[in-house]
């Protein structure tokens, strides 16, 4: 499966394969230096670090949905990119901000 990414992205992650070791990962772990089992220790200690409260890996992907679908990215083209096989999860997915549907009802009629 192929997963598009933003040209910002592919440069970081650019960046980042110079500064490793060259073994092919982009996340090897600290321990054994092989492929992660899980990124489960790394986010907890990550979301500590940052003192972010009640916020779990999972929520990146409704973000991500509900941002293209703010930025009026077609719900096909959500669903692809979120590899959903139906529209319905799609929506589960994409939630609309306050902001957001605060400005659809100003729209000149």
Same mark, same amino acid.
């Given at each position: 499966?192929? %997963?598009? @990414?933003?040209?910002?992205a592919?440069a970081? !992650? ?6 490793t $070791? *060259?073994?092919g ?7 054994t *230096?092989?492929? @992660?089992? $899980?990124?489960? +220790?790394?986010?907890?200690?990550l ?7 009640? %916020?779990r ?5 409704? +973000? &991500?949905? $509900?941002w293209?679908?703010m930025?009026d990215? $077609? !719900? &096909? +083209?959500?669903?692809? @990119?979120m590899?959903?096989?139906t529209a319905e999860? +799609?929506?589960v997915?994409?939630h !609309?901000?306050?902001?957001? @549907?605060?400005?659809?009802?100003e !729209?000149? *009629?």
């Amino acid at each position: 499966m192929v %997963f598009p @990414l933003r040209n910002d992205a592919v440069a970081v !992650l650019k960046d980042w394969r110079a500064q490793t $070791s *060259g073994n092919g990962l982009v996340f090897p772990s600290p321990v054994t *230096g092989k492929q @992660l089992d $899980s990124v489960k +220790t790394a986010w907890r200690n990550l979301i500590a670090a940052a003192d972010i409260q009640d %916020f779990r890996f999972h929520d990146l992907r409704h +973000t &991500f949905a $509900s941002w293209l679908v703010m930025a009026d990215v $077609s !719900l &096909f +083209t959500v669903r692809k @990119l979120m590899t959903h096989s139906t529209a319905e999860m +799609t929506q589960v997915y994409a939630h !609309l901000s306050d902001d957001h @549907l605060r400005q659809a009802i100003e !729209l000149p *009629g």
